[in-house]
């Protein structure tokens, strides 16, 4: 929690004042823990499988970044550090995805820092957490990427479609 609060006012320092999407990520981040440690109850994965460890790892850097698009191209309240990546990419005028990289990589470094000083090894820090740090925020600008191309070429087709149908119900009246 306290890391969510530190980008909660990291947030409000960039932006100058208090504003209530920002305030509104503390209820956010409540449930979202709190989601996270029932579901992690509910998942078992065998850690002596390598295929099922690798597999698990792919799904969630997919699904991770499909709900962080979602948030952030609807403009909803997001968890604080995805808010506070939403807000730097926005000052920044840098793509989100990319600003996420060097989020991620920042906290990971920061954190086997932190690890080294009070633990004296890399404490947490293994593949996984490398792999996520750099693969979510590639995978977020990959599915943008992918779901505007798709509908580009959607778009055109539905209204075409759109134009036929209209075109056949005023016959139809008339």
Same mark, same amino acid.
């Given at each position: ?15 100058g004042? #208090?504003?209530?999407?920002i ?10 823990g709190?989601?996270?440690?029932? =579901?992690?109850g ?10 099922m ?15 962080? =698009? ?7 309240i ?20 990319w600003v996420?990289i060097?989020?991620d ?28 740090a =750099? ?18 070429g959607?778009? #055109?087709?539905?209204s ?15």
């Amino acid at each position: 929690m306290l890391f969510h609060f530190a980008n909660i006012l990291l947030q409000m320092l960039l932006k100058g004042k #208090p504003d209530t999407k920002i305030i509104l990520q503390v209820i956010v981040a409540v449930v979202f823990g709190w989601v996270i440690d029932v =579901l992690q109850g509910w998942v078992v994965i065998d850690e002596n499988s390598w295929v099922m460890r690798i597999a698990a790892l792919i799904f969630s850097v997919f699904f991770t970044a499909l709900g962080m =698009l979602c948030m952030v191209s609807m403009n909803l309240i997001q968890n604080p550090p995805d808010g506070f990546v939403k807000l730097v990419s926005q000052r920044l005028d840098k793509d989100f995805g990319w600003v996420k990289i060097l989020y991620d990589g920042t906290c990971v470094i920061i954190a086997g820092i932190i690890g080294l000083i009070f633990v004296g090894k890399l404490e947490g820090i293994g593949i996984a957490t490398i792999v996520s740090a =750099l693969g979510v925020g590639r995978t977020v600008t990959w599915l943008r990427r992918s779901i505007k191309r798709l509908a580009k070429g959607y778009i #055109p087709v539905l209204s075409r479609a759109a134009r036929v149908s209209v075109k056949l119900v005023s016959q139809w009246e008339g």
